[in-house]
Nanobody, 126 residues
Framework: QVQLVESGGGLVQAGGSLRLSCAAS????????MGWFRQAPGKEREFVAA????????YYLDSVKGRFSISRDNAKNTAYLQMNSLKPEDTAIYYC???????????????????WGQGTQVTVSS
């Protein structure tokens, strides 16, 4: 089992950057594939980015490609989401998620993830 805690959210102007972190408890972080999702008010939770267990594969929502970058540091039990060129439509609560398996696999469906953090608010002003 793994517990996830997000941090790094906040208020930023359009065009700015934020780096979200997802700290995981436990000693088996490297056995989990990781993902970032977001949920805006009145909308479904949507996939943003995913990274495989070994960090070798990543996958992104089309609208964030070239602006967001997902990574992980297995030695620090932490996953990251670097967000650049932020837009007002990126405003949402951002959640990290984990699931076991997937050494070279990324997962985009939220129902494929077993563990979730509590979320961190990202607000982008115009």
């Amino acid at each position: 089992q793994v517990q996830l805690v997000e941090s790094g959210g906040g208020l930023v102007q359009a065009g700015g950057s934020l780096r979200l972190s997802c700290a995981a408890s436990g000693r088996t972080f490297s056995s989990y594939a990781m993902g970032w999702f977001r949920q805006a008010p009145g909308k479904e939770r949507e996939f943003v980015a995913a990274v495989s267990q070994n960090g070798g594969r990543t996958y992104y929502l089309d609208s964030v490609k070239g602006r967001f970058s997902i990574s992980r540091d297995n030695a620090k039990n932490t996953a990251y989401l670097q967000m650049n060129s932020l837009k007002p439509e990126d405003t949402a609560i951002y959640y990290c998620a984990a699931r076991s398996g997937g050494y070279y696999t990324t997962y985009v469906n939220r129902y494929e993830y077993n563990y979730w953090g509590q979320g961190t608010q990202v607000t982008v002003s115009s």
